[in-house]
Structure formats: C-alpha cells, structure tokens
C-alpha cells in the first residue's frame, strides 16, 4: 500500500481558505498501475463517500480498476480526516491537501475542475501605528462553486470592494 499526499501550490489575491466544497466533492485523478506502470486512458474521478467492496473481500475502498494492460485491479481511496484547506499564508508554497490510499496503483496526475470554495480576505496595513503590522480582515464573503479547470480563477468580492483571483496552480504528489 502507498500512500500518496496531494501537495498544491496557487498564489491566492484576496482569498483565503480555499477547500472542497460542501456536499459530494469529486477528486478528479489520474491513475497508473504500479504492475506494469501503464497509465490510465482518462482522468476518473473518486468521492470520499462512495465505498465499493475489493473482489476477494480484501476490503472496501472509493474506486476499483481494472488495467487495461495486464488486466490486475488496484484500488484507491481518499483519507477523508487528511482533508485541509489552502490559506491565504499558503500562498505560493506547496500544502497537502489530502492523502489517498493507493492499493496496487498510483497517482499521476490531479485536476481540481469545479465545486471548490473561499472566502473573501484583505491583508489590512496598521499606517497609524508607523509600522509593517498588518491585520487579517475576513471580508463576510463567500465564493461557492469555484471553478478551477483552467488552473485559475478570477472573481470579484463585491463587500471588499476589490478583485480576487487563484493562479499559478500547481499540483504534484509526494509519498508520505
């Protein structure tokens, strides 16, 4: 069994707490086999929430595959208490995101697409103070349903008055 964290980088303007969004989130991965390293032919995506029984009752997990190539089934599963968001201080530097469970394969790739959320923020300078204190200011707003396929994001905070966005996303994965 590996276990694989999902390390993210994105430099966020104006947003912080960018995490999966409320409900079913699909993590939209793609797979390889780790018999005959021969990569999937699509991206697929798993839940957190959806179990399927391993043949051979060696267990449960989110999503069973059957390679193409040498035909073995290897199974994959996201540890849902390994899930954390992507803060405003993050910025810029890798985070995991969330580890996955791989049983017999691996993960190549990651495709953030639709369904994340945020919330609004403003590093506020101390001028009256004299000095570089800055204070977090929470703007109240919140960004539902950010879509994240093209590896960034631009939006508008209409209670901070100001223009948000997530670029330069880079995802890799790191064996933990």
Known sequence: MVRLALRFTANLEGVTNLRPGEGEFRWYVKP???SCNEE???VIYLTGDEDVEIPGG???ANVVIKC???SR???LSLEKDSISAYEYADSGSPKTLAIFECRGGELVDFEPRLGWQCKGYKVVE???AGNDDTEDADTGTTFTD???TEKEWYDYDDKGDFPVQITD???TFERV
């Open 32 to 34: 390889k086999c780790s």
């Open 40 to 42: 999937g032919d699509a």
């Open 58 to 60: 060696r267990g449960s």
């Open 68 to 70: 193409k190539l040498c």
């Open 73 to 75: 089934q290897y199974s």
């Open 126 to 128: 101390d001028a009256d």
């Open 146 to 148: 950010v879509d994240l």
């Open 169 to 171: 996303i880079e995802i």
